[in-house]
């Protein structure tokens, strides 16, 4: 199993940009998660998909964020434009059922310049 | 709002003591809880989970958990630590029934010769 597949692993862009950050979940699994990481605020839930359909996208900071999933083993987290507190590791996980295990993939580290 | 504190922001150990991390949960019923570990430029992996049952939870790697209802505690511990545990340490806690975790702040274990 090749786990949750995250791309890219670095991601350096300059302010204003369009920022796309892409999530591939374990094959099988029906939910996916897309968390925040940084030093200030700790791990935060930005939005989380049930069969492809958004559930819960309280955490999103703001409008400048939006996030799909077109189908079961793809999602995207899409930041425009891009500003420098959006500098943080982005993590994707999924898993399949309710209350088991989160499987989360290696993160993308974006740095907003 | 269900909540959850880790006091101890870093911890140091020798190789071969004891270790003990705390972890108190706020939550108007019995939550689900879980202990994950992110070692340096990796994503979070799943140590142990509590749902109900015993409270004495057995997980990968030695470690281990009790579930504290009357503290809303959720300790974990490990007999003899080992320099490969140096990780950071995060105590999640998420609803029955439900998906959204909601996770501590961390704990970076720092293990010493």
């Known amino acids: 199993d090749a786990g949750v597949i995250q791309s890219p692993r670095h991601e350096v862009t300059e302010m204003g940009q369009e920022v796309t950050l892409r999530c591939k979940p374990i094959?099988?699994?029906?939910?996916l998660f897309w968390y925040r990481q940084t030093m200030m605020r700790g791990l935060e839930l930005l939005i989380y998909?049930?069969?492809?359909?958004?559930?819960?996208d309280s955490g999103m900071p703001e409008d400048r964020f939006s996030a799909k999933m077109p189908n079961a083993s793809f999602s995207t987290l899409k930041i425009q434009p891009s500003e420098p507190r959006d500098s943080a590791v982005y993590f994707c996980?999924?898993?399949?059922?309710?209350?088991?295990?989160?499987?989360f993939g290696p993160g993308t580290r974006l740095t907003v310049l | 709002a269900q909540s959850v504190t880790q006091p101890d922001i870093h911890i140091t150990v020798s190789e071969g003591a004891s270790l003990e991390l705390r972890c108190n949960y706020s939550?108007?019923?019995?939550?689900?809880l879980f202990w994950y570990v992110q070692s340096p430029g990796q994503g979070l992996q799943l140590l142990l989970k509590?749902?109900?049952?015993?409270?004495l939870v057995q997980g990968i790697k030695g470690f281990e958990a009790e579930f504290k209802r009357s503290q809303s505690s959720f300790n974990l511990r490990k007999p003899s630590v080992h320099w490969s545990d140096a990780a950071e340490y995060f105590c999640?806690?998420?609803?029955?029934?439900?998906?959204?975790?909601?996770f501590g702040t961390g704990t970076r274990l720092l293990v010493s010769p």
């Open positions: 999640a806690v998420g609803p029955p029934g439900f998906q959204k975790l909601v």
């Open positions: 094959s099988g699994h029906n939910s």
């Open positions: 996980a999924s898993t399949l059922g309710q209350n088991n295990e989160q499987f």
């Open positions: 939550y108007g019923a019995t939550p689900y």
């Open positions: 509590y749902f109900s049952g015993d409270t």
């Open positions: 998909f049930n069969n492809n359909v958004p559930i819960d």
